[in-house]
């Protein structure tokens, strides 16, 4: 089922929605309905060219990845030795946004999601604290790959990712996730399944394994009859 939302902050049952995660379309990208929104797991995704209004998905089999179990290649523990990059945290979160947009010609082609209002919409998350970036810059300094997402709580939540030069995403993930390590995060959610992230260490957990981790009150909060009403 998918349900209309109106300006009310709320969301319906994300566990009604349809087979391809598909729960809702309607409101906005303001900050207090993208931190409800991921507080479930729940995230926008749609095509700002077709679509005149946020679509919202939440699938019930998630692909994540848990910070100690992150699989480091032989060649990228070589890449990694070789210094040939710097990594940093939150630096450039413009820069990184601007980057997944634009990469490879993905702000043209058909369906592009990562808009000006959506990216709008992850700067000011920035900018309150909600939403990060990982940088990865070459030696002259140039910004030549990175990801962003969405804090919440001990996790993160993944939104895009790219490229410049071979194999930087990888790395800023890597990175992601030893960080996650040292200060005792739970997961990274990275929404879709890709043999890139397969190969990185992704695999499916349940959308209640899932919730667990990232809101420990979410089941509870699912099964008051207020929660599933739009």
Known sequence: MVYELTEDIVFPDPRQGEPDGLIAVGGDLSEE??????????????????????????????FVIFPDEVHIS???RTLMNKKTYR?????????????????????????????????????????QGYAASVEVW?????LVGGLYGVVVGECFIGESMFSREPNT????LINLAQLMQRIGG???????????LK??????????????LLNPAGLAALDRPSQGES
Not at 186 to 196: A, R, S
């Open 33 to 62: 309905r993208l931190l409800l929104a991921y507080s479930y797991g729940i995230f926008p995704w749609f095509s700002f060219r077709d679509w005149p209004y946020p679509a919202w998905y939440c699938p019930m089999q998630r």
């Open 74 to 76: 032989h060649s990228m």
């Open 87 to 127: 990594v940093t945290f939150n630096q450039d979160f413009d820069g990184v946004i601007k980057g997944c947009s634009e990469v490879d010609g993905r702000y043209d082609m058909a369906g592009a999601w990562l808009g000006e209002n959506m990216m709008a919409a992850y700067r000011h998350l920035n900018r």
């Open 138 to 142: 070459n030696h002259e300094e140039e």
């Open 169 to 172: 995403s990888k790395l800023a």
């Open 186 to 196: 739970k997961m990274i959610d990275c929404q879709l399944e890709t043999p890139h």
């Open 199 to 212: 190969s990185m260490g992704g695999r499916f957990i349940p959308y209640t394994e899932y919730l667990k």
